[in-house]
């Protein structure tokens, strides 16, 4: 059973530097889907609980990244997961463990859930700082995947004050609790807890402890065809996020006065709105028979639509459409009076496309399948369908191959023989904030291109989409 073509999407996260290099755990994270390779996001704490020095390691692995095979019981994936530690600053390799796994599904609809599964390991480590490589090799087409991100292990001997990383737990409106792995937080979610742990606060005094969720402009704009003219061939309609000007969302603060050692300091986070946050959390404390010490941890997550990637509400299911409807069609449904005529016109609308209702149905599921993998794909504070390469994925869908070269990513369609206009070209560019830094590809937009998407769009209008 083949998986849907992923492609990069590069996502690197940095955190704060405060007075000691526990709390700048979250350095240089990285989720970068290859491709033809399993998908995955990963979460690195140190472990807590017991006397084990360590690290949690948590994975969580969308079923579509997945290949499933037959088996007697329904489907199945078989996969092996290593995680190595190695010294940050010596390079030497200090622990190396692995797990075989497998994942059940029941059916094939199973197998193509966004639901993740979600996987936790302890290893043993000695305190100190480490550069933690995770490997997830697909175990029935031996493709490989791999993400990276540094990760302290507290000294119990170290008397100085330090945070650890930030933690996030996700309640959901069935009240069942669990880590938040994924950069993405579907807004379904209830609330959001924020734990961080102190070490080595000072039991004589209180220390203040600050929390901030900054909420970053992000872009809404839809791409444009890609024929469409600009003095220059990338298309300057994205205004991309601004990470220069956040605005506070939420903000609590709180005197600590540990009863222990080691305090973990929990905060309840209302409900946000969606987009893009970064959480600030700073503390002054004290050092013992010292100076007043402040340190920091920062930590970046995006708030997305209830069922994402999937869309699901009206306005998620209109939106989309926009690239294969005509600009009076658009106008017809986004000046509805209300969410019943709205409905009642996109379902008018899809029935005009299939012809009849069997026909609709089917082509909704192809078409908004084909935009919820553009969201799992493509996603960076923007959803996925809209930015170039979902534009080219939901209407054309995924390519026959992709390749990169430097500073560029080719797109190749076996849809028009070997003529030039079934090979899209996107520009990589380089995006950088206060602890961020991201990659967004634009598409070089030629006059050429407009006789394959009107040929495609036109077969979409007719019920028989490629």
């Known amino acids: 059973m083949a998986v849907l073509f992923p492609v990069i999407i590069p996502l690197l996260c940095t955190g704060c530097s405060g007075a000691h290099g526990v709390d700048s755990v979250d350095v240089w994270k990285s989720s970068s889907n290859q491709p033809g390779a399993p998908g995955f996001e990963m979460e690195i704490d140190q472990a807590h609980g017991d006397s084990l ?23 199945r994936s078989r996969y092996e997961i290593t995680a190595r530690l190695i010294d940050r600053y010596g390079g030497q390799l200090v622990r190396e463990a692995s797990w075989a796994e497998t994942t059940f599904a029941e059916g094939y609809e199973a197998t193509q859930s966004f639901e993740p599964v979600v996987i936790r390991k302890r290893v043993e480590a000695p305190p100190g700082w480490y550069r933690v490589d995770v490997t997830l090799e697909d175990l029935i087409n031996g493709r490989k995947a791999s993400r990276a991100q540094y990760v302290a292990v507290f ?5 100085r004050p330090a945070i650890g990383r930030i933690s996030l737990i996700a309640t959901g409106r069935d009240g069942a609790s669990h ?44 791409a444009v065809a890609p024929f469409y003219y600009s003095i220059i061939p990338i298309s300057l309609v994205h205004r991309l996020g601004d990470f220069e000007s956040p605005d506070t969302a939420y903000y609590a603060e709180r005197s600590v006065r540990p009863a222990q050692r080691d305090a973990t300091l929990e905060f309840r986070i209302p409900p946000l709105r969606q987009g893009m ?4 959390v700073r503390a002054a404390t004290q050092i013992p028979g010292g100076p007043d010490t402040v340190l920091s941890a920062a930590r970046y997550y995006c708030i997305k639509g209830p069922g994402f990637p999937r869309p ?29 005529e709205r409905r009642k016109r996109f379902e008018e609308l899809w029935l005009r496309f299939g012809r009849d209702p069997v026909r609709a149905s089917a082509l909704i599921k192809k ?15 923007q959803e996925g369908w809209r930015t170039d390469r979902g534009m080219l994925y939901c209407v054309l869908g995924p390519p026959a191959q992709m390749r990169n070269d430097r500073d560029t990513q080719i797109w190749y369609y076996d849809l028009s023989g070997n003529e030039g206009d079934n090979t899209f070209v996107f520009k990589r560019v380089i995006r950088s904030g206060e602890g961020l830094t991201v990659e967004d590809y634009f598409l070089y937009r030629l006059a050429v291109y407009q006789r394959i998407w009107d040929r495609i769009v036109s077969k979409w209008r007719n019920g028989e989409p490629p």
């Open 53 to 75: 020095s360590g690290i949690d390691l948590f994975l969580s692995i969308p079923f579509p990244s997945l290949i499933f095979e037959k088996a007697a019981e329904g489907f």
């Open 155 to 159: 000294d119990p001997a170290d008397v």
């Open 179 to 222: 880590p938040q792995i994924s950069f993405f937080i579907p807004a379904r979610t209830d609330s959001t807890e924020c734990t961080v742990t102190a070490y080595n606060f000072p039991a004589s005094s209180d220390s203040r402890i600050e929390m901030r969720f900054l909420r970053f402009p992000t872009d809404t704009s839809i």
């Open 277 to 280: 946050y970064r959480i600030d």
């Open 312 to 340: 699901v509400t009206l306005s998620e299911l209109v939106e989309p459409v926009a690239y294969i409807a005509t600009s009076q069609e658009m106008s017809v449904l986004r000046g509805a009076a209300g969410p019943e």
């Open 367 to 381: 078409y908004y399948g084909r935009v919820a993998e553009a969201n799992r794909l493509f996603t960076i504070e």
